[in-house]
């Protein structure tokens, strides 16, 4: 559980394709609960780099879902 306070410094952050990989098996092992899904990985387009990219994941031990965020 957490948060990406600065995923780039806001000068680097342009237009373009970027990748997100969060390491869920770490995270539930950690917890003592198996998972299907050993990492999740989330491609994205920002097209304009002026506009917050929160990106959310939801996860379980057996599913997710992101959307992007306000």
């Known amino acids: ?4 306070a600065e ?7 342009t ?3 970027y990748q997100i ?3 869920t098996k770490n995270y539930f092992n950690a917890r003592n609960t ?9 491609t994205y387009e920002v097209t304009d780099p002026e ?6 994941l939801i ?5 997710f879902t992101t959307y992007r965020g306000s």
């Open 1 to 4: 559980m957490g948060r990406i």
């Open 34 to 42: 198996s998972t299907f899904y050993p990492f999740v990985q989330l």
């Open 21 to 23: 990989w969060f390491d």
């Open 7 to 13: 995923f780039l410094p806001a000068e680097n952050y």
């Open 51 to 56: 506009r917050d990219s929160h990106i959310p």
């Open 15 to 17: 237009l373009g394709i």
């Open 59 to 63: 996860l379980s031990p057996y599913g």
